[in-house]
Structure formats: structure tokens, C-alpha cells
């Protein structure tokens, strides 16, 4: 069975702050996609990235970055110089064979305080 | 190019009736998901349809049901609300093929009184 841990459940950092959010995967499969997703709190998921287990480069794109490590299990995301709008909620996702099911971290919280 | 859409944004009802819930999938996109967000409980998976069929369920019991149209937009369908129904429900599209994306609409929210 398919699991995704996010021990984090809330996070606060000043403004301009770096904060990464750790996400742990358990999974069978040897071919598996992880994701990102951002919760604002309108409530709409907004898809920030995705990716497949035998691409384990990281990841920048702008003030996000993302470390994939299969040998920890591991798919974290760090934010560089936190902005106020960056507040939210953060999940992290994995989808397994051919199913189309995808398990859900239950998030974590972030909130940048100006 | 138009996300998913889903209507209406909120819906109260009492208990032991009926809901009926939503989408619009992105244009292009024939499988469609449901997901249920309870407070405390996080993302939950109810339903996945593609091509009009009923291809995965999650661990909810068969009053929630759903069905998705020819156009490959979809239906949620509660029946005989219960007060934990409350919760917001998510509906997400993909293209039909192995693996892709989820991209989410902004959700209904359901009261159930």
C-alpha cells in the first residue's frame, strides 16, 4: 500500500525566510510519480510539480526547488526567500501503477509572516 | 484555456437528503476525479471516471455515488446526507492516459445541517 508521511503539519517563517517542507513516500511499485500540490486558502490545489521515480534530478524553478532521493525515500520542497503569498497549504502526493489513485500527504501549513 | 470548473461553490443541505455536485473538466481531458476534504481527515479519494466509466472507487460507502457524461463532464452524488458529509469536495481532471497530471477546480463546499 501506498503512503505519503509529511510530518510538518504547520511551519512559520518571517518573510525572505528559506523553509523546506519534508515529504516521506512508502511504496511497492518501481514505478511511481510524486507530486506537489499548493493549497491558498481559496481552496482550489494548484499543481506545482511532478515527477516520475527514475528522474531523480532536482528540480529549481524560480524560488522553488525540490530534492528527490529514492535511497531515503524522500521528495522535499524548499522555498527560497518566503514571500507572504507563498502561505498555504502544502501537499505532497504519489500515484502508483497503473491506478490513477492518488494518496495525499495531509499537508502542511505554511504561513510566512511579513 | 478554461480550468475545471465546479458548481455550485456552496450547498447546504440537512440530513437525509440529497446532493448533487458538479464539473467541468479542462477541454481535452476525459478522466475525471472526486476527492473529499474533511476537516482533519485531508485529501480523501472517492471516484474516478474515464470514458464514461466508473474506473476506481476509494473507501466510501455506495451512497456516494457518480456518473460522467458523453462531454466527460461529471456528477457527485450524495445521497441520504449525513452530518460528516461536510467537507469540501474536489473534483480534478486528466488526460486519460497512464499517469498524468490531476489538475484540481476550486472545490464545492458542503453543509450538512
Known amino acids: 500500500a501506498q503512503k505519503v508521511t509529511q510530518a510538518q503539519t504547520e511551519i512559520s517563517v518571517v518573510e525572505k525566510e528559506d523553509v523546506t517542507l519534508d515529504c516521506v513516500y512508502e511504496t511497492r511499485d518501481t514505478t511511481y510519480y510524486l507530486f506537489w500540490y499548493k493549497q491558498p486558502p481559496s481552496g482550489e490545489l494548484v499543481f506545482l510539480i511532478r515527477r516520475n521515480s527514475f528522474d531523480e534530478q532536482n528540480e529549481i524553478s524560480g524560488r522553488y526547488s525540490w530534492n528527490f532521493q529514492k535511497s531515503t525515500s524522500s521528495f522535499n520542497f524548499t522555498i527560497t526567500a518566503s514571500q507572504v503569498v507563498d502561505s498555504a497549504v502544502y501537499f505532497c502526493a504519489l500515484s502508483e501503477g497503473g491506478y490513477q489513485k492518488v494518496t495525499f500527504g495531509t499537508g502542511t501549513k505554511l504561513q510566512v509572516i511579513p | 484555456e478554461a480550468g475545471v470548473t465546479q458548481s455550485p461553490t456552496h450547498l447546504i443541505k440537512t440530513r437525509g437528503q440529497q446532493a448533487t455536485l458538479r464539473c467541468s473538466p479542462i477541454?481535452?481531458?476525459?478522466?475525471v476525479y472526486w476527492y473529499q476534504q474533511a476537516l482533519g481527515l485531508g485529501l480523501q479519494f472517492l471516484l474516478w471516471?474515464?470514458?464514461?466509466?466508473?474506473?476506481n472507487r476509494g473507501n466510501f460507502p455506495p451512497r456516494f455515488s457518480g456518473r460522467q457524461f458523453p462531454n466527460y463532464s461529471s456528477e457527485l452524488n450524495v445521497n441520504a446526507l449525513e452530518l460528516e458529509d461536510s467537507a469540501l469536495y474536489l473534483c480534478?481532471?486528466?488526460?486519460?492516459?497512464?499517469?498524468?497530471?490531476?489538475?484540481f477546480g476550486p472545490g464545492t463546499r458542503l453543509l450538512v445541517l
Open positions: 480534478a481532471s486528466s488526460l486519460g492516459t497512464f499517469q498524468e497530471t490531476q489538475y
Open positions: 477541454s481535452g481531458h476525459t478522466s
Open positions: 471516471y474515464d470514458e464514461g466509466e466508473e474506473r
